[in-house]
């Protein structure tokens, strides 16, 4: 009876001895956590990156085609990893924004994409075609 009692209270004294030890560890050193790296944005600086308004005058006629669709296939890729929608094929020519001409027209182009003006605020315009609508002008 006494080793069984003997074996009891040393089985509880060392549970409790135990969690002193790991109580005196302390928390630890706290990790770093740093977020995800943002996917990389084409139009970031412009509706447009690859600028093929350039290759209209090429001596290869389909080279401004060739340009367009190259432009269209990547930043439709581009939108479809980073989880965003994707752009339009086609651009079309707006006012920017504060100017008399957007405000009579109740469209202006922000930053490379086509907006409706709202009663509260700006709506971003869908092409057609799919995807929202890029623009030149603003």
Wanted: glycine fraction near 12%; proline fraction near 6%; include cysteine.
């Amino acid at each position: 009876m006494k080793r069984t009692f003997l074996a009891v209270m040393l089985a509880v004294y060392s549970v409790a001895a135990l969690g002193q030890v790991q109580s005196a560890r302390g928390k630890g050193t706290p990790r770093v956590t740093s977020t995800p790296k943002a996917a990389h944005n084409s139009m970031a600086n412009g509706t447009t990156p690859f600028k093929c308004d350039q290759y209209r005058n090429h001596p290869h006629p389909g080279m401004h085609g060739f340009c367009q669709s190259m432009e269209n296939t990547i930043l439709a890729n581009e939108a479809r990893q980073a989880g965003r929608p994707g752009p339009s094929e086609s651009i079309v020519e707006l006012p920017a924004l504060g100017s008399a001409e957007a405000k009579q027209l109740g469209y202006a182009c922000i930053g490379g994409q086509a907006f409706k003006r709202l009663a509260n605020g700006w709506e971003q315009v869908h092409a057609r075609e799919g995807g929202w609508q890029r623009c030149r002008g603003g």
